[in-house]
């Protein structure tokens, strides 16, 4: 499995576009980058995930470079509801569930 | 909307009770999952479930074990609760079929458990 690596915290201003990257090395052909969102005292929501180049949703963008090394996490114009913390995921197409690491994430903080 | 629900959101048990945490999904998920969440150790999982009565063990699954009789019900028991299971506990679902690593996870909002 590819280990990753993400900053333990960031902060940022409401308003201000937030880029969260994790570096994951090691990772396979078959292995997809997803991440989840947790907010205090719930448990994570999925918020996007990606293969290669980028994706976007209602809530976020993907951007994983060619050699999928590393992706980033972009939050446009956050809130201080975006306030959580955001777990950076490598899982194979074909792993089991089983195998799964959400590691100790990613702490953002906005402030006003 | 797909929910998770757990039978509590705050538990407290002494050391050597037997301890039932319950998970129900509505959404007719073929997986399962039992998570604890400790402060800076992340999500670390404990069973996983792919069927009824089938399981995997995650990577922490001693001290613990699971029960599934229906597909929409899943219990985490601790035999003989100990101090060093104080913690947050997490249930999921997902839904395709055969577990897969990328299938998108669906989470309760979580048992506290203390045990004295």
């Known amino acids: 499995l590819a280990k990753t690596t993400q900053p333990i915290s960031m902060d940022s201003y409401e308003g201000q576009e937030v880029n969260i990257t994790c570096s994951h090395n090691?990772?396979?052909?078959?292995?997809?980058i997803t991440w989840y969102q947790q907010f205090p005292s719930q448990g994570p929501r999925f918020i996007i995930q990606g293969y290669k180049t980028k994706v976007t949703n209602e809530v976020a963008s993907l951007f994983i470079p060619a050699d999928r090394k590393s992706s980033t996490l972009s939050l446009p114009r956050v809130s201080l509801s975006d306030t959580a913390v955001y777990y950076c995921?490598?899982?194979?197409?074909?792993?089991?569930?089983?195998?799964?690491?959400f590691g100790s994430g990613t702490r953002l903080s906005i402030r006003p | 909307d797909v929910k998770v629900t757990q039978s509590s959101r705050y538990l407290v048990k002494r050391t050597g009770e037997k301890v039932f945490l319950e998970c129900v999904q509505d959404m007719d998920h073929e997986n399962m999952f039992w998570y604890r969440q400790d402060p800076g150790l992340g999500l670390r999982l404990i069973y996983f479930?792919?069927?009824?009565?089938?399981?995997e063990k995650g990577d922490i699954p001693e001290g613990y074990s699971v029960s599934r009789e229906k597909k929409e019900r899943f219990s985490l028991i601790l035999e003989s609760a100990s101090t060093n299971q104080t913690s947050m506990y997490l249930c999921?679902?997902?839904?395709?079929?055969?577990?897969?690593?990328?299938?998108?996870?669906?989470f309760g909002p979580g048992t506290r458990l203390t045990v004295l």
């Open positions: 090691n990772i396979a052909t078959n292995d997809y």
């Open positions: 995921l490598v899982v194979g197409g074909y792993s089991s569930a089983s195998k799964i690491i």
């Open positions: 999921a679902s997902s839904p395709m079929a055969g577990g897969a690593a990328r299938d998108t996870q669906y």
């Open positions: 479930s792919y069927d009824v009565k089938m399981k």
